[in-house]
């Protein structure tokens, strides 16, 4: 038996029963898929309901307006899809009036329509034998074949389409299309494929050599750059230093607590380079939780300490009662938070007595 075939009977056999499987109107179709992307199945379901009931035809769509549209969409996040929804329909209403064209080319000329969408109503609604490429589609592929280049690489999108092109069944593409997807959603899922339940198992090399999960190979992503951070948490007369960031950088123009940069975990001699002479005995230090930018990696350790050497950049000492009225970044307020107590919880007196040099 040939794939298609055997995609066919377990999809006739396994497959979730949903409401725009059961019509060929482009219309149900494209609003079906304009609300799962990026969205799961069960928790579309009522939006779909919702929107065919308000604006049962394209043309009810198309007159709707901008607000209405965006109430009825209320939830489902990405609120720029509702605003497309409505712009592609009143394009097809003025350019086709309010009849999706049936072609392929068309569908993709359409504002708000990618590739995936066109080959979508192109083969559910008019049965074109165009193939559909959504995660779950290249993820069954890719294992199938064992692809080697990173998935989302032009090369691998290439040998995907091949593949696909040669399995489809001509005269029933919208049923190798629902079946390939739905077995990506049910069978061949990301973690734990059930390979032994897969009506293609006998096609698949990943199933074979063991190691579906090894595929599909994502670019790797370059490692992250590890920034070490010491921060002075310095008091003086019951005030604390802050300082202005720069206007350039990460953080760029929020507050901080006076800090140095160092290529190996901090020490408090670091701080030396911002309190000259500093000479003085940590009073308490803190392990900041990794924090994690796009490119970067942040360690970063407090050091609390009292303090009469001039900062040699420029600080500002304000009572830690006004620490609110500054914008520091999450790091920093997310220490302020969990370390209340440092500065609500009265302290030593003689930690915040000005340092007479003893
Ligand atoms: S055999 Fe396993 S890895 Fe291969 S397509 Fe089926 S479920 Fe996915």
């Not at 198992?201 to 070490?228: E, M, N, V, Y």
């Not at 500093?278 to 609390?304: C, K």
């Not at 003689?350 to 040099?357: A, R």
């Amino acid at each position: 038996m040939e794939i298609h075939q055997k995609l066919k009977f377990w999809y006739q056999s396994a497959s979730r029963d949903l409401p725009w499987r059961h019509t060929s109107d482009p219309y149900y179709i494209w609003l079906s898929e304009v609300i799962l992307q990026q969205t799961r199945v069960d928790q579309g379901l009522p939006y779909y309901y919702r929107f065919i009931q308000q604006y049962p035809t394209l043309q009810d769509l198309a007159k709707a307006h901008e607000d209405e549209v965006l109430r009825l969409w209320q939830g489902l996040g990405y609120y720029s899809r509702a605003k497309s929804l409505l712009k592609t329909a009143k394009e097809v209403q003025r350019l086709y009036h309010g009849r999706f064209p049936a072609s392929y080319q068309e569908l993709l000329a359409l504002p708000g329509i990618g590739p995936y969408t066109a080959a979508a109503i192109a083969s559910f609604a008019f049965n074109l034998p165009h193939p559909v490429l959504d995660g779950n589609v290249k993820r069954v592929v890719s294992r199938c074949l064992e692809i080697q280049r990173p998935i989302e690489s032009k090369a691998a999108q290439v040998e995907i389409l091949t593949w696909l092109n040669a399995c489809m069944e001509p005269s029933d593409p919208a049923v190798f299309n629902q079946a390939i997807m739905e077995l990506g959603a049910l069978i061949c899922l990301p973690k734990t494929p059930s390979c032994s339940a897969c009506p293609i198992q006998a096609h698949c090399l990943a199933s074979q050599s063991g190691r579906p999960t090894d595929f599909p190979i994502k670019k790797s992503k370059p490692a992250k750059r590890i920034l070490h951070l010491a921060y002075a948490l310095a008091w003086n007369n019951g005030k604390i230093a802050i300082q202005k960031r720069g206007s350039t950088g990460i953080w760029a123009n929020l507050w901080e607590l006076p800090s140095v940069e160092t290529s190996e975990p901090a020490e408090i001699n670091a701080l030396e380079e911002f309190f000259p002479g500093l000479n003085t005995v940590v009073y308490r230090s803190f392990e900041l939780p990794i924090h994690l930018l796009s490119h970067r990696e942040i360690r970063a350790q407090v050091f609390m300490f009292k303090t009469q050497s001039k900062a040699s950049h420029q600080v500002e000492w304000i009572s830690p009662d006004r620490i609110d009225s500054y914008g520091f970044p999450r790091i920093l307020t997310r220490f302020f938070e969990e370390h209340e107590d440092v500065f609500r919880v009265p302290l030593p007196t003689e930690f915040l007595k000005p340092d007479n040099g003893s």
